[in-house]
């Protein structure tokens, strides 16, 4: 093996390596059997399972693959910069600055042309724009609300959420396939109605 391609594979070795720590970034969310709160990649796993699942949904150009490997690196800069909390308007404040910062360092780890393809994967997820992006946002927003209700509003009742936060948070979920809007808003009625969410 030549040195060049040597230093490449060291480099590969040392992201995958960083990638354990997503391992210890805590989430907010309660797993289903509400034992404890999920952690990143546990999250990561999850919606791109519900994007291999869910597909048949949206667009059918859309590129599974992107959208894959979207979700499985859209949250590695919570390494650095931790896992903010949705709803909590002031840890949201700086939370751009924060996950640029650790995007800029945690991607450089790989070689130049891999940092700038995820990089680049990372912003597109951030900015939401294009069907694939639509796609991992609304699988972002859509499997802790799934989670949320299976520990009947665990998280909710703690934090005193009500429906139209989640509402609010959730726009783009409900602008997408009608499927997928209906079943959220018929869940988030019956999450009201059972006392999960406040009204």
């Not at 404890?36 to 597909?55: C, P, Q, T, V, Y």
Request: hydrophobic share 40%; aromatic share 8%.
């Amino acid at each position: 093996m030549s040195e060049q391609k040597q230093t490449r594979l060291e480099k590969q070795m040392q992201f995958i390596l960083e990638l354990d720590k997503i391992k210890s970034i805590t989430r907010q969310t309660f797993l289903a059997d509400e034992t404890r709160k999920e952690n990143d990649a546990e999250h990561s796993w999850h919606i791109a399972i519900m994007a291999i699942i869910l597909k048949e949904y949206f667009d059918t150009d859309i590129d599974l693959l992107k959208v894959i490997k979207m979700v499985l690196m859209h949250d590695i800069v919570e390494i650095d910069a931790g896992d903010t909390f949705c709803y909590d308007e002031k840890a949201n404040e700086d939370k751009v600055k924060r996950e640029q910062e650790a995007a800029e360092r945690i991607y450089h780890i790989l070689p130049n042309d891999q940092a700038q393809e995820y990089k680049m994967l990372w912003y597109e997820f951030e900015e939401g724009q294009t069907k694939e992006a639509i796609f991992a946002n609304i699988l972002d927003r859509l499997q802790p609300i799934l989670l949320n209700f299976r520990t009947s509003g665990k998280l909710w009742i703690e934090n005193n959420i009500s429906q139209q936060q989640v509402l609010r948070r959730n726009e783009k979920t409900l602008s997408g396939p009608k499927e997928i809007a209906d079943y959220l808003m018929k869940l988030l009625e019956r999450a009201v109605d059972l006392g999960y969410l406040r009204k």
